[in-house]
Nanobody, 122 residues
Framework: QVPLVESGGGLVQAGDSLRLSCAAS????????IGWFRQAPGKEREFVAA????????YYADSVKGRFTISRDNAKTTVYLQMNSLKPEDTAVYCC???????????????WGQGTQVTVSS
C-alpha cells in the first residue's frame, strides 16, 4: 500500500498560481512513479503530468505544457505540481497516483489519492 494525500487546492483567479502536493507514507515511495490526473464535472478523468521514480523523466499533457511543472522530493516523500497561469478550464479535482513507471495511462497506476479541488474563476 502507498497511501497518497493531496493538498494545496483552492479557489483562485485566472492567471494565478497554485502548488499542489501529493504526500505519501512508507519507505517504498521512492520506488514509484507518480502521475497527476484531473476530472472536471461531467468529464472523464484526464492525464495532467507524470514523473519517474528518480525525477529524471517527466511527461505533460499538451494542455498544461509550459504552465505546469511536476517535481518530487523523495526525502520528503512528496511530489509537487506547480501550476502557473491558471485558466478556468483547469478547474477540476486533481488526484495523484503511484505506479511502477511514469505514464499517461491511468491503468498504469495502482494507488490513488482522494483528490483536491482546484477552481479557477474568470
Amino acid at each position: 500500500q502507498v497511501p497518497l494525500v493531496e493538498s494545496g487546492g483552492g479557489l483562485v483567479q485566472a492567471g494565478d498560481s497554485l502548488r499542489l502536493s501529493c504526500a505519501a507514507s512508507g519507505r517504498t515511495f521512492s520506488n514509484y512513479a507518480i502521475g497527476w490526473f484531473r476530472q472536471a464535472p461531467g468529464k472523464e478523468r484526464e492525464f495532467v503530468a507524470a514523473i519517474s521514480w528518480s525525477g529524471g523523466v517527466t511527461y505533460y499533457a499538451d494542455s498544461v505544457k509550459g504552465r505546469f511543472t511536476i517535481s518530487r522530493d523523495n526525502a520528503k516523500t512528496t511530489v509537487y505540481l506547480q501550476m502557473n497561469s491558471l485558466k478556468p478550464e483547469d478547474t477540476a479535482v486533481y488526484c495523484c497516483a503511484a505506479g511502477a513507471t511514469a505514464s499517461r495511462f491511468q491503468n498504469n497506476y495502482r494507488y490513488w489519492g482522494q483528490g483536491t479541488q482546484v477552481t479557477v474563476s474568470s
